[in-house]
């Protein structure tokens, strides 16, 4: 019996057409699956485009409640094995569509998963975007940020720097997927960690049968017996 192919999900902020933040965020993928594949591990790749669910991350916003595509997005991130997560910067921050989307979000969705921070922006004074927003952002959720970023401004396209950038990042992303670091960490901690009850995480109890009573939340919550 073959192993299941590593899934890659990729989140896009850009909504401009043709958008850089998506060419970005494709580069990145790409060497990603190279790198995977050289090594023998079969992986494959999705987009998840934020501009045409932005009416629905509106409304779940306001009610609570995402609808049919906003849905059927998040249960292919709680899926994946790893998030490539890419934004355009606007007015000195990430894109407010990409925070939407993420405020949406379980808070225990992406707990010790990888993560690839890219940003792109019209300027190199805004590089310090990803790790003085994005990182932030992926440590609250408890994701497994990767030690390089890759950004982009107009200049950099044409430099050899950034497909140097791209690659050390992508093969980061390669390495901790092969050695399965993001799901050896949810196996041995994941009772350790606070979880809403029924949310769409892989791992969410649904029924009172799934909830460990016996974890050190738990235990605490019952006053520490």
Known sequence: MTDPATTLVVVSAGVSEPSSTR?????????????????????????IELGPLAVDIARATVSGFPGE??????????AADAL????????AGISGLFKSFVDVLDDDLLVAKPVLLAA???SPRHALVIDEQMRPLFAYLRALTLPTS???????????????RIERAASELAVMLDAGVGQRIAD?????YQHEFAGNSTRASR???DVDFNSPLMRLAAGGR
Do not use: H, N
């Open 84 to 91: 490539i997560a890419s934004t355009p910067v606007y007015k």
């Open 150 to 164: 890759v950004f982009a401004a107009p200049e950099d396209w044409a430099a050899t720097e950034l497909g140097g």
């Open 69 to 78: 595509q906003l849905q059927a997005a998040i249960e292919r991130l709680a």
């Open 188 to 192: 041995r901690a994941w009772s350790g």
């Open 120 to 122: 792109t922006a019209g």
């Open 207 to 209: 029924t009172t049968a």
């Open 23 to 47: 060419l970005l965020a494709d580069r990145i993928t790409q060497k990603s699956l190279e790198l995977l594949r050289e090594a023998g591990t079969p992986a494959s790749a999705s987009v």
